[in-house]
């Protein structure tokens, strides 16, 4: 059975860092596109980005350049969002999916940024 | 980034037909923004329901079909059901970033 399961999310200050995790179990991962979506709360989904099987390809939404980082560890069949210099309005929910036809989600980790 | 603009609501009948539409600023939407569309109910992750146009899940009900219409992509709903009632989002990918749109929240009334 295919399993997405986020972690690393909480309340963190303006300005401040957190690390997201999604691990993946039930498929071959290093086969796959990952994407990071989020949704603010009451909001509609936003793509934060992506990244390809083997790391050398990444895209991010403008909004998030320069401050998040999409990386994956195909060992520990895992994909991570290194997010910096955090703003209140990146408050949501972090999803991670499997870019197969975005057929597999993980039930998302709340991100809450505020003093 | 580009802007993809959906229907911000529909109301549809039971038992009726809807289409809801993604259209995309830097105009028309084809095959190479590999349109997705998704279903949201409340409290709950996405659904991808549609991908590449017209290529359903092994979960999609056959109610639901995708195209391209018009220079925009569409879902459309034939026989709406009580539990179809939720929030509906395209996805368009745009040479590397992805953009969704704002949503369409389709009510069954």
């Known amino acids: 059975e295919v399993q997405l399961v986020e972690s690393g999310g909480g309340l963190v200050q303006p300005g401040g860092s957190l690390r997201l995790s999604c691990a993946a179990s039930g498929f071959t991962f290093s086969n796959y596109w990952m994407k990071w979506v989020r949704q603010a709360p009451g909001k509609g989904l936003e793509w934060v980005a992506n990244i390809k099987e083997d790391e050398s390809e990444k895209y991010y939404v403008d909004s998030v350049k320069g401050r998040f980082t999409i990386s994956r560890d195909n060992a520990k069949n895992s994909v991570y969002l290194q997010m910096n210099s955090l703003r209140v309005e990146d408050t949501a929910v972090y999803y991670c999916a499997r870019d197969s036809g975005l057929d597999y989600w993980g039930q998302g980790t709340l991100v809450t940024v505020s003093s | 980034q580009a802007v993809v603009t959906q229907e911000p609501s529909l109301t549809v009948s039971p038992g009726g037909t809807v289409t809801l539409t993604c259209g995309s600023s830097?105009?028309?939407?084809?095959?190479?923004?590999?349109p997705f569309w998704l279903q949201q109910k409340p409290g709950q992750a996405p659904t991808t329901l549609i991908y590449n146009v017209d290529i359903k899940h092994s979960w999609t009900p056959a109610r639901f079909s995708g195209s391209l219409l018009g220079g925009k992509a569409a879902l459309t709903l034939s026989g709406a059901q009580p539990e179809d009632e939720a929030d509906y989002y395209c996805l368009l990918l745009y040479s590397g970033p992805w953009v969704f749109g704002g949503g369409t929240r389709l009510t069954v009334l």
């Open positions: 830097t105009g028309a939407v084809s095959r190479g923004h590999r």
